[in-house]
């Protein structure tokens, strides 16, 4: 089952971030950076997706959504938390909105810090994020799982 | 009577790279309503004004949205500074002014990718990333930051540019103003643009005043409004005009866009060449007192920062009107009678800026 | 350096509909609506502009009472409305498109609401 972390394939959402860390994921997206290269796919479909990246903190409305992505994605899958706001809610972490970082609703493997992280970051954040999604996998081969 | 079916778009939707949802009312193919909601990203930061004093909120002021971070910070200061009778040194204003031109570029950039995308011309949406990299390049060499910089305070700026590198910012605006040219011909002529865009949700000057559009939205539809007009900053020194196009389809929202791209360079390199020296900031003390509502002109239009301060640490309250926000109403008009295929690119023509509409 | 002027002029909320209407009659557009929660009461404020100019109507309103739409007269003035509903609290009626305080969900009811207290949020954070 190689194919998962020579092609895994990423989705994105946005928690309630400032836009900030949300530019410089779809950045690492294009030329420069160029993360496609990895083989590594942005998907907007939660059931085609490995590795889930999250930006900005949890507030009332995403707290429902963020939950409902991750409870469809296959098993093996893992978090990245982008940003400080993901990590611990940041700047706004007394916003009377915001509940907390990312790990308050879901359990993160990566966190990325930066405000806003940097592409170069982001990508080591997914490549880590890739070691962890093997060893999930090498995991559930070993329980039998599929 | 014909089936009417209501179908939601959003939050998470793959052409959509921030969550607004939208709920459509079809007929057949046709959207005969759109009622939006908004708020995903709400997060209440005018609340913060309690708990930062006014210097320190600079920062939370800069990221109310990661795209005209800079222009946001500098509003926020203006405001500041108007009630505290600050007099800002040229220079800064000078340096503000080309910080917030980078910003427009970036995000105009950013813009046509995304516009690019949403029509699948992927390699149109590659190249324009590729060159905002070359902008946010200029930007991080002389801020630090790519997308949020953090470079403005009350009363000045923290960095200055040296001369050499304003010298050097101009030469690689040189080089890169033919890429930029290029790009802007293939959103001008070329047939896949144009076919998908040239007619399309059109808003006449009338709805666009009525209905207080602003920004690229309302020039697009030939409104002249643009607040640089009104000169604040260093706007007023550097001879500005404002773009304006006539058809109100998503060509010309789109056209607006691209051709300030090379409006800002224009104006970057007349304010290097006029550039003052003198200090970068002006000593402030005490705490503000009193009210100002100051405007600024935002990549997505004009923007409203409503400072109240009652001669504490803490204002009293701040409110921020954003250029979305006002966009959303024509918005709402916009998607009235185009069919269900096009809804991606007619609501990005507005430029939806999620993170500054929900605040 | 703000070079933009701006009035302000203070209303009564009775008169609201009469002088918004005659701006739009002359030919104003909606810049916004805004208000400021000041302990025991609001002030809101109407900006209308031709140009660079700007001019606000004030109102004073306090807990209780209602506020009369001008979306009639401004269409777009909908979203300032219902901003209004959902972070202050303050009725607004007869809109046009009226979200029934689901336009901008809050953890808690009406944030800005007066007094400006938030003593319990529901869990995690530490607002
Ligand atoms: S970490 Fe900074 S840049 Fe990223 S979403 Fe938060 S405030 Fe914005």
Redesign the pocket.
């Known amino acids: 089952m190689s194919y998962i972390t020579k092609s895994p394939w990423i989705i994105h959402y946005d928690g309630s971030?400032?836009?900030?860390?949300?530019i410089e994921v779809l950045a690492c997206l294009t030329p420069l950076y160029d993360l496609e290269r990895f083989g590594i796919v942005n998907t907007g479909n939660p059931k085609h997706a490995d590795v889930f990246l999250v930006?900005?903190g949890i507030n009332a409305q995403s707290e429902a959504v963020v939950k409902n992505t991750y409870e469809q994605m296959p098993d093996p899958k893992v978090v990245v938390a982008v940003?400080?706001?993901?990590c611990t809610g940041?700047?706004?972490r007394e916003c009377y909105n915001i509940i907390g970082g990312v790990d308050k609703v879901i359990p993160v493997d990566v966190y990325v810090p930066?405000?806003?992280?940097r592409p170069e970051s982001i990508i080591d954040g997914v490549v880590r994020a890739l070691g962890i999604l093997e060893e999930k996998r090498a995991k559930m081969a070993e329980k039998g799982g599929k | 009577m014909s089936n009417r079916i209501v179908v939601p778009f959003g939050p998470q939707h793959p052409v959509l790279p921030e969550p607004i949802h939208l709920d459509l009312v079809l007929e057949d193919e046709r959207v005969v309503e759109a009622i939006p909601t908004i708020g995903y990203v709400h997060r209440g930061l005018e609340k913060l004004v309690e708990k930062r004093d006014y210097k320190d909120y600079v920062l939370i002021a800069e990221?109310i949205c990661?795209i005209c971070s800079f222009t946001h910070s500098v509003t926020y200061c203006n405001a500041i500074e108007h009630i505290m009778g600050v007099e800002v040194p040229p220079r800064a204003q000078f340096i503000r002014t080309i910080w917030m031109e980078y910003s427009r570029m970036h995000s105009h950039l950013l813009w046509l990718g995304l516009a690019a995308d949403a029509m699948g011309f992927e390699n149109l949406f590659m190249n324009a990333w590729r060159l905002r990299e070359e902008i946010l390049d200029d930007m991080e060499a002389t801020t630090g930051g790519r997308?949020?910089q953090g470079t403005c305070k009350v009363g000045g700026i923290r960095r200055d540019i040296g001369d050499d590198k304003l010298g050097e910012m101009v030469d690689h605006l040189k080089k890169i103003r033919p890429l930029l040219e290029e790009s802007n011909r293939i959103f001008t002529h070329d047939q896949t643009v144009r076919h998908r865009m040239r007619g399309l949700s059109v808003l006449s000057e009338k709805d666009a005043w009525d209905l207080g559009a602003v920004g690229p939205v309302a020039r697009g539809s030939g409104c002249d409004m643009d607040v640089r007009s009104s000169g604040y900053s260093a706007y007023g020194e550097l001879g500005f005009k404002p773009v304006t196009f006539s058809h109100g389809d998503c060509l010309d929202r789109c056209l607006v866009r691209s051709e300030e791209v090379l409006a800002s360079v224009d104006l970057v390199e007349r304010a290097v060449a006029k550039m003052p020296d003198g200090p970068i900031e002006e000593k402030v003390t005490g705490n503000p007192e009193g009210e100002c509502f100051a405007f600024s002109e935002q990549p997505r239009g004009e923007c409203l920062h409503y400072v109240r301060a009652n001669g504490k640490k803490n204002i009293v309250r701040h409110r921020v009107r954003t250029p979305t926000f006002t966009n959303v109403p024509p918005l709402v008009k916009l998607l009235e009678g185009i069919e269900l295929a096009d809804v991606p690119v007619v609501v990005l023509t507005i430029d939806p800026c999620i993170g500054c509409c929900d605040r | 350096m703000i070079e933009q002027k701006h009035t302000i002029i203070e209303i009564e909320v009775a008169d609201l509909l009469k002088k918004t209407e005659e701006y739009h009659k002359a030919g104003h557009r909606l810049v916004q609506i805004g208000t400021t929660p000041l302990g025991d009461r609001y002030e809101i404020n109407y900006t209308f502009t031709t140009a660079w100019d700007f001019e606000s109507l004030r109102i004073t309103v306090h807990d209780g009472d209602e506020l009369p739409s001008i979306s009639g007269i401004y269409w777009g003035a909908f979203i300032y409305e219902n901003e209004i509903n959902d972070l202050f609290g303050i009725p607004v009626n007869g809109m046009n498109i009226d979200f029934k305080g689901h336009l901008i969900e809050t953890r808690i009811p009406t944030p800005f609401k007066n007094p400006p207290k938030i003593t319990k949020v529901p869990k995690g954070g530490d607002a």
Do not use: P, Q
């Open positions: 971030s400032c836009n900030g860390c949300d930006t900005g940003g400080i706001c993901a940041g700047v706004f930066g405000c806003a992280a | 990221r990661g997308v949020i």
